[in-house]
């Protein structure tokens, strides 16, 4: 789990349980994306909620959340996103 601390003292992460987030303060969790299965089987990740892309096309869930995953490390947790 990859912890960002802001200039203000705001942390930033992905969320996960890895370890106690209430224990470094009052959590505001918001939901970063949507990992849903489309019509013919297959599954996106929909990352509009924090301004990012769908990505689609994931032949299985975990391939679609590995990828969520790898985007918003990328591309949302060091941004001002």
Known sequence: MQLVIEPDGVLRCI???D?????LGKPVIRRASHVEPTDD????ADLSPVGGPTLTAF???SQALAAELRWLEEHWLTSDG
């Open 15 to 17: 969320y996960s349980e």
């Open 19 to 23: 370890i106690n987030l209430h224990a």
């Open 41 to 44: 089987g297959q599954w996106t």
């Open 59 to 61: 032949p299985t869930r």
